[in-house]
């Protein structure tokens, strides 16, 4: 693991002790509604990316198979917590998105909520996932990313160093750029809340 990578991966140990407390108003704003939106689309094998404290592991359908992954042992801990108190069976395993142990074409399904603002290096961390979703299968991605609006743009830029030395996320990500630079072409986009916060599904095409 580089040094950027562990980093960012001490920041979110630190972090987990905290972390649902100071986002709990997002999520009764809206992202536990989209947590579910993205769960009724999840089908056959699925891998999890960043599933941090376990926030979505309640919604998970029942009836697939599910492996999910981080690189935060602490936000792991937390996460088989809740695994465990809502009688969920999903495979916890401590891994890097940007370097996993799945061999190719494994899952039919990959998601991810809230993860690529803290991939220390998202094109490779999405070049991975390509890699391990088989052709025709889907990712499906709830993500927040830099506005394009001039002023709010300029203003995340320049809260970003605060953010991520505080928090190891960064709020100014271009993550469809990083999408596109990953090698996927085919890609629709939702707005969730104005051009920040969206539903990205991916078609996976080898």
């Not at 947590?35 to 941090?52: A, H, T």
Request: net charge positive; with cysteine; glycine share 6%.
């Amino acid at each position: 693991m580089d040094k950027k990578t562990e980093m960012i991966k001490r920041r979110y140990n630190r972090a987990s002790f905290f972390y649902d407390f100071m986002e709990a108003p997002m999520e009764a704003m809206s992202l536990k509604s989209w947590r579910i939106e993205v769960m009724k689309d999840l089908k056959g094998k699925v891998l999890e990316v960043g599933v941090g404290t376990g926030k979505n592991i309640e919604y998970y359908p029942d009836g697939l198979d599910i492996t999910a992954i981080d690189f935060s042992e602490k936000m792991l801990e937390k996460a088989k917590m809740k695994a465990d108190a809502v009688k969920k069976q999903v495979d916890l395993k401590l891994m890097d998105a940007q370097q996993m142990d799945f061999s190719d074409n494994t899952f039919d399904t990959v998601f991810t909520t809230c993860v690529f603002c803290s991939v220390p290096d998202p094109i490779k961390g999405l070049m991975e996932i390509r890699r391990v979703c088989k052709s025709g299968g889907r990712i499906i991605m709830i993500e927040h990313v830099r506005s394009e609006k001039q002023v709010l743009g300029l203003i995340m830029d320049v809260l970003n160093p605060l953010v991520v030395n505080f928090y190891g996320a960064n709020i100014n990500r271009r993550t469809l750029e990083n999408i596109s630079k990953a090698g996927y072409d085919k890609v629709e986009v939702t707005n969730l809340y104005k051009d920040i916060v969206k539903k990205i599904v991916i078609y996976n095409e080898k």
